[in-house]
């Protein structure tokens, strides 16, 4: 089956830096995406990694190795507007994308 | 309109009752989305169009059904609601036809089946 796994729940300090991770098992791959949602609300695209290494976009980093199914968003400079859930999703062999629970972030003063 | 709406932006509806939730873009994209979220579990598919005049089923098609008439409108109907159907839905759109682009997401609606 097709598995997308990512922690649950991360805490942080505001200013600090956290990594976010995701491994993934897919029939097929065509890219990775990261998206953040706030409470209550839509997922917003974040980032999109379909080749191996790191891309960055202001505070925000995604990592990706294909060959370890492996990828990592990276937040810098926490700010206390960064609490929200991070969405991992894979776009299999159809181009359908396969989606992570989510990786809920607190961030305190 | 600029993006994606959804409408109504919550419901409560009584078991075994027929709701159509409404999705409208006006982004021209041609592919468009139905997924459901609910808590601890991802986003799940239900249904999607490439293009309008076909759909297809996704993860979870089950007791949903959607028509894509035009490009900008793509209605989700439950014939008969469940109690298992409580979720919240979420409509998508991305440029392309069906091969990897960007999604971009309604506000969503909040369903309560009773």
């Known amino acids: 089956g097709q598995n997308i796994d990512q922690p649950t729940e991360m805490t942080a300090t505001e200013g600090a830096i956290v990594q976010i991770n995701c491994t993934y098992q897919t029939s097929g791959f065509n890219g990775l995406f990261w998206y953040q949602q706030h409470a209550g609300e839509a997922p917003t695209f974040l980032s999109y990694n379909v080749l191996d290494g790191l891309e960055e976009k202001g505070r925000f980093s995604s990592f990706l190795s294909r060959s370890k199914g492996y990828s990592y968003l990276l937040l810098k400079e926490l700010q206390m507007k960064d609490s929200a859930s991070y969405l991992c999703?894979?776009?299999?062999?159809?181009?359908?994308?396969?989606w992570g629970a989510g990786t809920k972030l607190i961030i305190k003063p | 309109i600029a993006g994606i709406t959804q409408a109504p932006t919550s419901q409560i509806l009584a078991a075994g009752r027929r709701m159509t939730l409404r999705c409208t873009q006006d982004?021209?994209?041609?592919?468009m989305y139905w997924y459901r979220q609910d808590l601890g579990l991802g986003l799940r598919l239900i249904h999607y169009?490439?293009?309008?005049?076909?759909?297809g089923k996704g993860e979870v098609p089950d007791g949903y059904s959607v028509s894509r008439a035009n490009t900008d409108d793509f209605p989700l109907t439950l014939a008969s609601a469940v109690p298992s159907q409580t979720s919240v839905y979420f409509c998508?759109?991305?440029?392309?036809?069906?091969?990897?682009?960007?999604?971009?997401f309604g506000p969503g609606t909040r369903l309560t089946v009773l």
């Open positions: 999703a894979v776009s299999d062999s159809n181009y359908q994308l396969i």
């Open positions: 998508a759109s991305s440029g392309t036809d069906g091969t990897t682009d960007t999604q971009y």
């Open positions: 982004m021209r994209h041609n592919a």
């Open positions: 169009s490439n293009t309008a005049g076909t759909t």
